[in-house]
């Protein structure tokens, strides 16, 4: 039964935990998009260990990397030192970044988690300008470590810790549906381009030069806000015009997950550092950071770690990579998030209290707002995080396991496997549906 599991984790495990006690099950076994708890009841996994999953549970070419690693008797541990699965995973892994980025990278192994990547990231830029503080965004998540934690762009999490990274300022990510600046769309990027560049150029800012500019093209935790391209393209010129690194973060959205196959591809920009974790172990630990071979300056034992050569890993994210390249999973990303999003609006009409469908790819939010209001403008604004807790709660009882995010936690996330197909985006279309209902 599942409370025998629910009550041992409950007894023993630390009051930290957050949304696994809104998902009460424990899980048994896992295929593709499914999931079924020890009592035999099957869910539709829509949280994909918060978008590691890129090829679903179990997927065959992932297993059988694995077992591939096991029945070679390859070793499971190595340290730094290299393995030709290593090299294997090396080549793979900047066969598809953009080529001009490519041919100028340094790789970096940071260890198992994404937070221990964003560190390393500051380490970086920190080393190479010589400088301390970090430009981060009002919304964004990096991680829970110290550092990383330091650079969240929402309160929650850190309002109990004192002593966090100095010297962190947040700018103003461009949120048309609560824009900072009052005016949604164009103009409002506009103007969060202007006072940001005004900001960098103040010397009474108290932005002083910084090490580097951290950000998410879609922002994930946040509430799956994705920049604007053009907006992009702008911090991107304003970076490079006063030397900034600029480290984008693709934990969440890399590999795919947008509809292409790295997030900052829509806008055409290259990063100075691109983080990577989740998919790219092809669901276990892995984590990396690809920079310009100018930030490469630090000593021989600047960075080191225990847990960064994970053979497993590398097999199972070689296996991942090349799925995606040859199955053309990308293109099909982009067309089944298409179908969710304009799923997602049909329903947004037929119900009362959705106040915005936005995403890209398959990395989806939906504002929960008030329904009670008549005026839109009052009821945009009206987060409503307990409508959503229990619109999450019935789609659960559906057998739908989604995740919520946003600064209220009000935003529902769909985040399935990017192998999910047409039929299975309509079933936990018609679900989300009913529970809202
Ligand atoms: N950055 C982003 C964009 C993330 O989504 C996450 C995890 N949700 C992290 C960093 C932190 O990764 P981890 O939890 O593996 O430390």
Redesign the pocket.
């Known amino acids: 039964k599942n409370d025998h599991y629910l009550n041992i984790q409950e007894k023993r495990e630390s009051n930290a935990r957050s949304y696994p006690r809104r998902i009460p099950i424990a899980i048994r076994e896992a295929n593709g998009i499914y999931v079924k708890d020890v009592e035999g009841k099957e869910y539709i996994d829509c949280l994909a260990g918060?978008?590691t999953l890129a090829l679903g549970h179990n997927h065959p070419v992932v297993t059988d990397a694995m077992r591939k690693v096991l029945d070679d008797k390859l070793p499971l541990h190595t340290l730094d030192l290299t393995t030709p699965v290593k090299e294997e995973f090396v080549e793979e892994l900047f066969g598809i970044l953009p080529k001009d980025f490519a041919k100028k990278a340094k790789i970096q192994f940071c260890g198992?988690?994404?937070?221990?990547?964003?560190e390393a990231s500051l380490k970086l830029v920190k080393t190479a300008t010589g400088k301390r503080s970090i430009l981060a965004f009002q919304g964004?998540?990096?991680?829970?470590?110290h550092g990383?934690l330091s650079l969240m762009g929402n309160i929650g999490p850190k309002k109990s810790i004192t002593g966090l990274m100095p010297d962190v300022h947040f700018l103003p990510f461009p949120f048309d549906y609560r824009c900072p600046f009052g005016v949604g769309g164009k103009a409002g990027y506009e103007i969060g381009n202007k006072y940001i560049e005004q900001l960098l150029n103040d010397p009474e800012s108290g932005i002083v030069p910084p090490a580097g500019m951290i950000m998410?093209i879609v922002?994930?935790?946040g509430g799956a806000i994705p920049a604007p391209d053009r907006w992009v393209q702008e911090i991107r010129r304003m970076t490079k015009e006063k030397e900034i690194p600029l480290i984008i973060?693709?934990?969440?959205?890399g590999l795919g997950r947008t509809g292409k196959l790295f997030a900052f591809e829509h806008s055409g920009i290259t990063p100075d550092v691109i983080?990577l974790?989740?998919a790219i172990g092809g669901s276990l630990?892995l984590?990396v950071i690809v920079y310009h071979e100018d930030l490469d300056i630090w000593n021989p034992g600047a960075h080191a770690g225990t847990f960064r050569g994970n053979q497993m890993a590398f097999a199972a994210g070689t296996a991942t990579i090349k799925f995606i390249q040859e199955s053309g999973l990308v293109a099909k990303v982009e067309e089944m998030g298409e179908r969710l999003m304009s799923n997602l609006y049909k329903i947004q009409t037929q119900t009362n209290c959705i106040g915005e469908v936005r995403g890209r790819g398959l990395m989806i939010g939906v504002e929960i707002v008030h329904p009670q209001s008549s005026i839109d403008k009052v009821r945009d604004e009206l987060a409503h995080p307990e409508l959503a807790s229990q619109i999450q709660k019935e789609c659960f009882k559906r057998g739908l396991i989604i995740e919520l995010g946003g600064r209220h936690s009000s935003v529902v996330r769909f985040l399935p496997p990017l192998i999910i197909q047409a039929k299975e985006i309509d079933t936990i279309s018609e679900i989300f549906l009913e529970a809202v209902k």
């Open positions: 918060a978008g198992p988690s994404g937070s221990d990547a964003v964004g998540y990096h991680g829970m470590t990383s998410e922002q994930g935790e973060d693709e934990i969440q959205t983080v974790s989740k630990p984590a």
